[in-house]
């Protein structure tokens, strides 16, 4: 199998860790990467650009898909803010011709025009539609038996659900259970699962965000949870980074490990904690290996 | 078809463990809404339970409480939509709003953020003659807005009002952005000015749930983006939300990609030393697990194309 992927900017910026643990996965799943930054592709503008300028943001997407197009390949994300902003862009372009034509004046230039057969998905959905749930429990050498794991997805991977087209693929709605569930994990429920991490008003309103960090983290404490999993680069930041600060906000003593979903399937799939980038967290991720039976 | 409503329940007078689920059995029409279901168990299984509404066809905003854990209306959710495949569904009161008794919550404070807006017409000057005319082409923007019921359903699942009640939050946002886009009324930049302090438009998290959860197609948080876009261009640039978006425009438009090291620094100003060591802790603690390190003084290849594109936009759009 071969994909375009667009690995954005924080998987190789704020969480270093997320874009070695993602081609070590897929390497092992066997997919052909064409990496789509080598080829100039830019931020997606992750909703923050739109505020300004959504225009300039749906150009610059158009883009990124016309440069998947005219290489032949599917996009595969790794960020659910990466995949919201494209799956949104996207449906502005493919349904409304005359506004697609307008952006590709935009993209003349460059000889590119994006025809509108641009898939992004996410490596998570990818894992569901491309390889298939049972394919995958094959890559399982490491049942994560008896851990204990909170899905969180991330806005951006769930709303606005027409976008993401959820009607056409009802199973992406729950996928982060499955694929936890076929790594053999106990998947710890929560209602907070689909809920903001609180990352987009981190430098505007930080005891709101930092507040929304305890909310999440404590709730899947007291359910018992080892780890957290996530999708989403930027809920990592937020989880994992500003735990500390929730901590003391909240006053409660949380040490949630947040874990990127390549490095679950990492762990699954064998990979050692190092070549996962599990100590580049700020909440240690000790207590998972150790309960998965890998040497931290 | 056969379905299992669990209902969560709260007795007020109750002396203690008045919150407790409970679950009804019915059987019901294929075509039978939500509310159907707890009608006929008001009418005929349990008298006690308490459920507000009036219209039943999605008008009156009297219905929303959360269905499977998300806002809805009742009347106009179809019980064959959102039962699962054991025939199972949970109704629960509305968030954020506090509870009176079974489905009905207290809407007080969705009332209150309403009227924190000035919810009504000021316009300058002396009165018309006859009525106010107003441009179709300006009316038919709003019109999406008016659509709203007041229903309550995007007040009671936004991320931000469930742990801090001062946001004034998608309904009335939505609602200032009718009135801010009003031809008819003059009082657009002190409004913006408003909005623009804490606990407005630049505290929204951009979760979507009100554009997901709103029955009407309102779609409060586009609103407020489109709000925050009136507020930059009436020059009101300097909150730490507005300096944000710039500096990850310049960022993405410059290099194609963020910054994220220079990101703060755009963002809180290089002299608001306050703003900058609340990021240390995080920065140094980053820092020392070696997730700083960052690729991004370069830029993507063939940058100038990035650049020539920006350009273009901002000479023609
Ligand atoms: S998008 Fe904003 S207003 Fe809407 S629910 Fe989320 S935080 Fe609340
Ligand atoms: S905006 Fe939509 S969800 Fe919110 S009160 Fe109005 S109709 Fe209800
Ligand atoms: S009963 Fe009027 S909106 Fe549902």
């Known amino acids: 199998m071969k994909y375009a992927l667009f690995a954005g900017c924080v998987s190789r910026g704020g969480c270093p860790e997320l874009y070695p643990a993602t081609l070590k996965v897929c390497q092992k799943l066997g997919f052909f990467l064409d990496e789509l930054h080598e080829r100039g592709a830019t931020c997606t503008g992750a909703g923050v650009l739109q505020e300004k300028n959504q225009f300039l943001g749906d150009v610059f997407n158009a883009r990124t898909f016309a440069i998947a197009e005219s290489i032949g390949l599917k996009i595969m994300t790794i960020c659910s803010t990466c995949q919201g902003v494209m799956s949104q862009a996207n449906k502005r372009l493919k349904e409304n011709p005359e506004y697609l034509a307008k952006v590709n004046g935009y993209l003349a230039d460059e000889g590119l025009e994006y025809k509108g057969t641009a898939q992004p998905r996410h490596l998570l959905w990818i894992l569901i539609e491309d390889v298939g749930i049972e394919k995958l429990k094959t890559y399982v050498t490491q049942p994560l038996t008896n851990l204990r794991v909170a899905p969180f997805y991330g806005c951006y991977i769930i709303r606005p659900s027409d976008a993401l087209e959820f009607k056409l693929h009802p199973e992406r709605e729950d996928s982060l259970e499955r694929v936890m569930e076929a790594l053999g994990a106990d998947v710890v429920d929560f209602p907070g699962k689909t809920r903001c991490c609180g990352f987009p008003i981190l430098t505007i309103n930080e005891k709101n965000s930092v507040s929304m960090v305890a909310k999440h983290t404590s709730e899947v404490k007291d359910l018992g949870a080892d780890a957290m999993v996530t999708p989403c680069p930027l809920c990592h930041l937020n989880l994992d980074g500003y735990q500390p600060k929730a901590m003391q906000q909240s006053q409660q003593n949380i040490n949630m490990p947040i874990l990127h979903l390549p490095q679950l399937l990492g762990l699954a799939m064998g990979f050692d904690a190092k070549e996962l980038g599990l100590s580049r967290h700020i909440i240690s991720a000790k207590k998972v290996l150790s309960k998965v039976g890998i040497p931290a | ?317």
């Not at chain 2, 919150?19 to 006690?48: C, N, P």
């Not at chain 2, 000035?118 to 006859?130: F, R, Y």
């Not at chain 2, 623009?196 to 009100?210: L, M, P, S, V």
């Open chain 2, 1 to 317: 078809m056969q379905v299992n409503i669990s209902i969560k329940r709260h007795n007020p007078s109750a002396p203690d463990n008045n919150t407790y689920w409970e679950d009804f059995d019915l059987s019901m029409h294929d075509t039978a809404s939500v509310l159907d279901a707890l009608i006929k168990i008001r009418e005929d299984v349990d008298g006690s339970l308490s459920v507000r509404c009036s219209c039943r066809s999605a008008i009156c905003g009297s219905c929303a409480m959360r269905v499977n854990g998300h806002a809805k209306l009742a009347c106009n959710t179809k019980l064959s939509d959102v039962i699962d495949a054991d025939g199972r569904v949970t109704v629960e009161p509305a968030g954020v709003m506090p509870v009176i008794k079974d489905l009905v919550v207290d809407q007080t404070l969705f009332w209150d953020k309403v009227k924190q807006i000035s919810p009504w017409l000021q316009p300058d000057g002396p009165e018309p003659e006859g009525e106010y005319i107003a441009p179709n082409s300006a009316m038919m923007d709003l019109a999406g807005v008016m659509n709203c019921i007041m229903c309550g359903a995007c007040v009671s699942d936004c991320t931000v009002l469930e742990i801090d009640k001062d946001f004034i939050g998608p309904a009335a946002l939505a609602k200032a952005y009718r009135f801010v886009n009003d031809p008819r009324d003059d009082q657009t930049k002190s409004r913006l000015i408003e909005l623009n302090e804490k606990t407005g438009i630049w505290d929204c998290t951009r979760c979507f749930e009100c554009v997901e959860v709103c029955p009407k197609g309102v779609a409060p948080m586009e609103r407020i983006m489109s709000l925050r876009e009136s507020a930059m261009e009436q020059g009101l640039d300097q909150t730490v939300g507005a300096r944000h978006a710039d500096a990850f425009t310049d960022s993405v438009a410059h290099s194609g990609w963020l910054n994220e090291l220079l990101l703060p620094l755009k963002t809180f100003g290089m002299f608001n030393l306050g703003a900058m060591m609340g990021l240390a802790p995080i920065g140094l603690r980053a820092l020392l697990r070696g997730k700083m390190p960052s690729i991004f003084h370069r830029s993507v290849p063939n940058v100038h194309r990035i650049r020539r594109i920006v350009k273009k936009i901002e000479e023609n759009e």
